[in-house]
């Protein structure tokens, strides 16, 4: 087995139990409840930033080293069920992050953005997030067509200390 299918093997674990849990329908199956309701940022439960409205973590499945997400706290899964003040605070820990990834990482460009919905490449569609993580020319058609694999330099407690220290 490949590299790169092996991740894939890790996101479809990944996705296919939260689906699951997702089904049962309780909100303690919601992975990114469960982080809202973790506590304080710490380098265990990944969370970056926390505001009163939103907070930042680190995605635990990435495509790349620093890739974070921006959920709101509340479990909702469309746009338009955010506040007025759940919308301006997502917006400004996106800035945040996207900030916060310019300065740790000094990519060639940023990924950000949201999947919505199952068919739009939602792993998780019941709790919106929106994606930021840094790009380098050429780093995903380079490794994938030439090597099979993604490029994962560091482990995750050595991002989030990168991201926290980052963070403006
Ligand atoms: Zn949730």
Redesign the pocket.
Known sequence: MGLEQLWAGWRHEYVTAATEAERRGT?GG?????I?ESGPPSADNGVVWRGELTLAVLNAYPYASGHLLV?PV???SEVTELTEDEAAELWSTTRAAVAAITAAYVPDGINMGANLGRAAGAG?P??LHLHALPRWSGDTNFMTSVAGARVMPESLPVAWERLVAAWD
Do not use: K, P, S, T
């Open positions: 909100d919601c992975v990114f409840c469960r809202a959920l509340r479990h909702l998780i019941a709790h």
